[in-house]
């Protein structure tokens, strides 16, 4: 069945960076489209990046642009989200899934933990 691990969260300051993972498995990664959604708390889960099957191209919700940047490696059924210049309303739960428009999958992983803070 489809399995969805994210990976690589963490307390980080202001400012700093973080890289996260999300494996793939159960599904032809390299068919799908793959985004990042978050939910911060007391807050619905939003779209973050999302990369075509092929990695040409890639969409970014406003206030990550310039800021993020997703990746796939289809070998390695991975899909990476790599975050830059962090701020504390990027403080989230990190989420993977299959889709461009929107979630292919009902099925989530548990989400990697963003803390952005002094």
């Known amino acids: 069945q489809v399995q969805l691990v994210e990976s690589g969260g963490g307390l980080v300051q202001p400012g700093g960076s973080l890289r996260l993972s999300c494996a793939a498995s159960?599904?032809?990664?390299?068919?799908?489209?793959m985004s990042w959604y978050r939910q911060a708390p007391g807050k619905e889960r939003e779209l973050v990046a999302a990369?075509?099957?092929?990695?040409?191209?890639?969409k970014y919700a406003d206030s990550m642009k310039g800021r993020f940047t997703i990746s796939r490696d289809n070998a390695k059924k991975t899909v990476y989200l790599q975050m830059n210049s962090l701020k504390p309303e990027d403080t989230a739960v990190y989420y993977c899934?299959?889709?461009?428009?929107?979630?292919?999958?009902?099925?989530w992983g548990q989400g990697t933990l963003v803390t952005v803070s002094e």
């Open positions: 899934n299959a889709g461009w428009l929107g979630p292919q999958f009902a099925i």
């Open positions: 159960g599904f032809t990664f390299s068919s799908y489209a």
């Open positions: 990369i075509t099957y092929t990695g040409g191209s890639t």
